[in-house]
T-cell receptor, first 114, second 111 residues
Protein backbone atom coordinates (compact mmCIF):
# COMPACT_ATOMS: atom_id res chain seq x y z
CA UNK A 1 0.00 0.00 0.00
CA UNK A 2 1.28 3.43 -0.90
CA UNK A 3 1.96 5.68 2.04
CA UNK A 4 4.24 6.28 4.98
CA UNK A 5 5.13 3.29 7.14
CA UNK A 6 6.38 3.83 10.67
CA UNK A 7 7.75 1.17 12.98
CA UNK A 8 7.42 0.31 15.78
CA UNK A 9 3.95 1.48 16.85
CA UNK A 10 4.78 1.28 20.55
CA UNK A 11 8.08 1.24 22.42
CA UNK A 12 9.19 1.42 26.04
CA UNK A 13 12.80 2.36 26.71
CA UNK A 14 14.87 2.74 29.82
CA UNK A 15 16.69 6.01 30.38
CA UNK A 16 19.99 5.95 28.56
CA UNK A 17 19.02 3.34 25.98
CA UNK A 18 19.25 4.08 22.29
CA UNK A 19 16.87 3.14 19.52
CA UNK A 20 15.89 3.94 15.96
CA UNK A 21 12.38 4.82 14.79
CA UNK A 22 11.91 3.73 11.22
CA UNK A 23 10.07 5.67 8.53
CA UNK A 24 9.66 4.59 4.92
CA UNK A 25 7.59 5.97 2.05
CA UNK A 26 6.98 4.59 -1.44
CA UNK A 27 5.62 7.71 -3.12
CA UNK A 28 8.97 9.09 -4.30
CA UNK A 29 8.52 12.12 -2.05
CA UNK A 30 11.58 14.31 -1.72
CA UNK A 31 10.55 15.92 1.56
CA UNK A 32 10.42 13.86 4.75
CA UNK A 33 10.14 15.04 8.32
CA UNK A 34 9.81 13.91 11.91
CA UNK A 35 7.46 15.52 14.43
CA UNK A 36 6.74 14.91 18.06
CA UNK A 37 3.33 15.48 19.56
CA UNK A 38 2.93 16.31 23.23
CA UNK A 39 -0.26 17.26 25.11
CA UNK A 40 -1.02 20.97 24.80
CA UNK A 41 1.99 21.57 22.54
CA UNK A 42 0.79 20.59 19.10
CA UNK A 43 3.13 19.03 16.59
CA UNK A 44 6.75 20.17 16.69
CA UNK A 45 9.33 19.57 13.98
CA UNK A 46 12.40 17.58 15.04
CA UNK A 47 14.35 17.11 11.80
CA UNK A 48 13.58 17.21 8.12
CA UNK A 49 15.09 16.30 4.78
CA UNK A 50 14.55 17.67 1.28
CA UNK A 51 16.28 14.80 -0.46
CA UNK A 52 18.75 11.96 -0.13
CA UNK A 53 21.91 13.12 1.62
CA UNK A 54 20.32 16.37 2.86
CA UNK A 55 19.01 16.85 6.39
CA UNK A 56 18.39 19.84 8.62
CA UNK A 57 17.25 20.61 12.13
CA UNK A 58 13.77 21.61 13.08
CA UNK A 59 12.41 23.23 16.20
CA UNK A 60 13.39 20.57 18.75
CA UNK A 61 16.40 18.60 17.41
CA UNK A 62 18.39 18.00 20.60
CA UNK A 63 18.79 14.33 21.50
CA UNK A 64 17.87 13.11 18.03
CA UNK A 65 19.86 12.23 14.92
CA UNK A 66 18.68 11.55 11.39
CA UNK A 67 20.15 10.44 8.10
CA UNK A 68 18.74 10.14 4.59
CA UNK A 69 20.74 7.66 2.55
CA UNK A 70 17.84 6.86 0.20
CA UNK A 71 14.75 8.71 -0.98
CA UNK A 72 12.51 6.12 0.68
CA UNK A 73 13.89 5.95 4.23
CA UNK A 74 14.30 8.53 6.97
CA UNK A 75 15.15 6.92 10.31
CA UNK A 76 15.15 8.88 13.57
CA UNK A 77 17.72 7.89 16.18
CA UNK A 78 17.51 8.52 19.89
CA UNK A 79 21.09 8.38 21.12
CA UNK A 80 20.47 8.24 24.88
CA UNK A 81 16.80 8.24 25.75
CA UNK A 82 15.50 10.59 28.42
CA UNK A 83 12.06 10.75 30.06
CA UNK A 84 11.53 14.13 28.32
CA UNK A 85 11.49 12.22 25.03
CA UNK A 86 8.32 10.40 26.02
CA UNK A 87 5.98 11.43 23.23
CA UNK A 88 4.15 10.34 20.12
CA UNK A 89 6.33 10.60 17.03
CA UNK A 90 5.03 11.11 13.51
CA UNK A 91 6.86 10.88 10.23
CA UNK A 92 5.46 12.80 7.25
CA UNK A 93 6.38 13.16 3.60
CA UNK A 94 5.54 15.42 0.70
CA UNK A 95 6.64 16.37 -2.75
CA UNK A 96 9.06 19.28 -2.48
CA UNK A 97 9.01 22.73 -3.95
CA UNK A 98 5.58 22.65 -5.38
CA UNK A 99 2.23 24.04 -4.56
CA UNK A 100 -0.58 21.60 -4.62
CA UNK A 101 1.22 18.82 -2.82
CA UNK A 102 -0.24 17.51 0.38
CA UNK A 103 1.44 15.79 3.26
CA UNK A 104 1.10 12.10 4.11
CA UNK A 105 1.60 11.10 7.73
CA UNK A 106 2.61 7.79 9.20
CA UNK A 107 0.48 6.16 11.89
CA UNK A 108 2.77 7.25 14.71
CA UNK A 109 5.08 5.70 17.28
CA UNK A 110 4.13 6.00 20.95
CA UNK A 111 7.39 6.08 22.92
CA UNK A 112 7.66 5.89 26.69
CA UNK A 113 11.00 6.42 28.42
CA UNK A 114 11.13 5.22 32.01
CA UNK B 1 1.86 34.70 20.23
CA UNK B 2 1.52 31.53 18.19
CA UNK B 3 1.74 31.94 14.44
CA UNK B 4 -1.30 29.70 13.98
CA UNK B 5 -4.27 30.07 16.30
CA UNK B 6 -7.28 27.78 16.31
CA UNK B 7 -10.65 28.33 17.93
CA UNK B 8 -12.33 26.93 19.78
CA UNK B 9 -9.94 24.63 21.64
CA UNK B 10 -12.77 22.28 22.54
CA UNK B 11 -16.17 21.88 20.93
CA UNK B 12 -19.08 19.66 21.90
CA UNK B 13 -22.03 19.25 19.57
CA UNK B 14 -25.13 17.14 19.17
CA UNK B 15 -25.43 14.81 16.21
CA UNK B 16 -26.75 16.65 13.18
CA UNK B 17 -25.44 20.07 14.15
CA UNK B 18 -23.42 22.30 11.81
CA UNK B 19 -19.84 22.68 13.05
CA UNK B 20 -17.35 25.47 12.38
CA UNK B 21 -13.69 25.42 13.41
CA UNK B 22 -11.57 28.50 12.82
CA UNK B 23 -7.90 29.02 12.05
CA UNK B 24 -6.06 32.36 11.97
CA UNK B 25 -2.43 32.78 11.02
CA UNK B 26 0.01 35.65 11.10
CA UNK B 27 2.63 34.57 8.54
CA UNK B 28 2.72 34.48 4.78
CA UNK B 29 1.74 31.12 3.39
CA UNK B 30 1.64 29.16 0.16
CA UNK B 31 -0.99 26.71 1.40
CA UNK B 32 -3.04 25.77 4.44
CA UNK B 33 -3.78 22.23 5.54
CA UNK B 34 -6.59 20.81 7.61
CA UNK B 35 -5.75 17.55 9.33
CA UNK B 36 -7.84 15.08 11.33
CA UNK B 37 -6.62 12.93 14.20
CA UNK B 38 -8.88 10.38 15.86
CA UNK B 39 -8.16 9.40 19.49
CA UNK B 40 -5.07 7.23 19.59
CA UNK B 41 -4.90 7.34 15.83
CA UNK B 42 -2.79 8.64 13.06
CA UNK B 43 -3.09 11.93 11.25
CA UNK B 44 -5.06 12.19 8.04
CA UNK B 45 -4.88 15.09 5.62
CA UNK B 46 -8.38 16.41 4.89
CA UNK B 47 -7.72 19.45 2.74
CA UNK B 48 -4.93 21.52 1.30
CA UNK B 49 -5.98 24.89 -0.01
CA UNK B 50 -4.40 28.13 -1.09
CA UNK B 51 -7.52 30.03 -2.10
CA UNK B 52 -11.28 29.80 -2.14
CA UNK B 53 -13.17 26.76 -1.00
CA UNK B 54 -12.99 22.98 -1.17
CA UNK B 55 -15.66 20.40 -0.37
CA UNK B 56 -15.42 16.70 0.33
CA UNK B 57 -18.57 14.97 1.42
CA UNK B 58 -19.87 16.74 4.52
CA UNK B 59 -16.65 18.69 5.00
CA UNK B 60 -16.07 22.17 3.61
CA UNK B 61 -12.91 24.23 3.98
CA UNK B 62 -12.58 27.89 3.10
CA UNK B 63 -9.70 30.32 3.17
CA UNK B 64 -9.48 34.11 2.99
CA UNK B 65 -5.89 35.00 2.15
CA UNK B 66 -6.35 38.74 2.74
CA UNK B 67 -7.75 38.17 6.23
CA UNK B 68 -5.33 35.29 6.96
CA UNK B 69 -8.20 33.10 8.09
CA UNK B 70 -9.57 29.68 7.29
CA UNK B 71 -12.61 27.76 8.45
CA UNK B 72 -13.49 24.09 8.47
CA UNK B 73 -17.20 23.30 8.40
CA UNK B 74 -18.87 19.98 9.05
CA UNK B 75 -22.49 19.64 7.98
CA UNK B 76 -24.86 17.13 9.61
CA UNK B 77 -22.24 16.16 12.19
CA UNK B 78 -21.99 12.54 13.31
CA UNK B 79 -20.32 10.89 16.33
CA UNK B 80 -17.67 9.46 14.00
CA UNK B 81 -16.57 13.05 13.31
CA UNK B 82 -15.29 13.20 16.90
CA UNK B 83 -11.57 13.89 16.55
CA UNK B 84 -8.95 16.58 16.89
CA UNK B 85 -8.82 18.89 13.89
CA UNK B 86 -5.49 20.55 13.22
CA UNK B 87 -4.73 23.54 11.04
CA UNK B 88 -1.23 23.83 9.56
CA UNK B 89 0.27 26.43 7.26
CA UNK B 90 2.99 25.95 4.66
CA UNK B 91 5.53 28.73 4.12
CA UNK B 92 5.71 30.56 0.81
CA UNK B 93 7.47 28.83 -2.05
CA UNK B 94 11.19 29.31 -2.04
CA UNK B 95 11.33 29.29 1.74
CA UNK B 96 11.45 26.49 4.25
CA UNK B 97 9.12 23.57 3.73
CA UNK B 98 8.39 23.39 7.44
CA UNK B 99 4.72 23.29 8.36
CA UNK B 100 3.58 25.46 11.26
CA UNK B 101 0.81 23.82 13.26
CA UNK B 102 -2.02 25.05 15.39
CA UNK B 103 -2.65 23.24 18.66
CA UNK B 104 -5.81 21.62 17.41
CA UNK B 105 -9.53 21.72 18.13
CA UNK B 106 -11.00 18.74 19.95
CA UNK B 107 -14.48 17.99 18.61
CA UNK B 108 -16.90 15.70 20.39
CA UNK B 109 -20.19 14.88 18.69
CA UNK B 110 -22.74 13.25 20.97
CA UNK B 111 -25.48 10.97 19.62
Amino acid sequence: NAGVTQTPKFQVLKTGQSMTLQCAQDMNHEYMSWYRQDPGMGLRLIHYSVGAGITDQGEVPNGYNVSRSTTEDFPLRLLSAAPSQTSVYFCASSKYRGQGYGYTFGSGTRLTVV
Amino acid sequence: KNEVEQSPQNLTAQEGEFITINCSYSVGISALHWLQQHPGGGIVSLFMLSSGKKKHGRLIATINIQEKHSSLHITASHPRDSAVYICAVRPPQGGSEKLVFGKGTKLTVNP
